[in-house]
């Protein structure tokens, strides 16, 4: 297996912003970084591959993640008061397949939320389909989001996995 490291570091750094840019609160540049008909999925059933047609706990498409950034940001939905502190820790990245244009990409993600005197922690797979672009590098067309623990009871989440 051979490995192309110029574009593996430029896409480790692209994850590694995204996931602090979510860290710290930075919704409109994560906004940013994506295409406008991306897709961000969080999967209930991890096997799953067929998002379209099955039931997810998130399936945004541009206006569904304008929408939940506008949530977190403005305080309406309880879930987000008092606000979260977390910590996304990406690693394990692994370039799947690329072909000029289409980088994809599976990394592993750990999440740390301290909310309400609890820390809680989610580990996932995730899957981005990343589109290069002259501007930041790369735009997102697709985030899946496989928590590990998906099909188990999970507690409200106020952020942005």
């Known amino acids: 297996m051979k490995t192309n490291l110029p574009l593996l570091n430029e896409v480790t750094a692209f994850l590694w912003a995204e996931a602090d840019m979510l860290d710290h609160g930075e919704y409109q540049d994560w906004l940013s970084l994506w295409q406008d008909e991306g897709v961000y999925i969080i999967p209930i059933d991890p096997s ?3 998002y379209e047609n099955h039931l997810n ?3 945004d498409n541009q206006e569904m993640r304008r929408l939940r950034v506008e949530r977190l940001q403005n305080g309406e939905a309880i879930s987000t008061s008092p606000k979260a502190n977390i910590v996304h820790t990406v690693s394990r990245i692994r370039i799947l397949q690329e072909d000029g244009e289409v980088v994809v990409v ?3 993600m750990n999440l740390r939320e301290f909310r309400k ?3 809680r922690h989610y580990t996932a797979d995730l899957i981005f389909h990343l589109v290069k672009d002259a501007d930041t590098g790369f735009k997102i067309q697709r985030k899946v989001v496989n928590l590990i623990n998906s099909t188990d009871n999970l507690a409200g989440i106020s952020y942005i996995i």
């Open 48 to 50: 799953l591959t067929d």
């Open 57 to 59: 706990y998130a399936y």
């Open 106 to 108: 599976r990394a592993a």
């Open 117 to 119: 005197e609890h820390l």
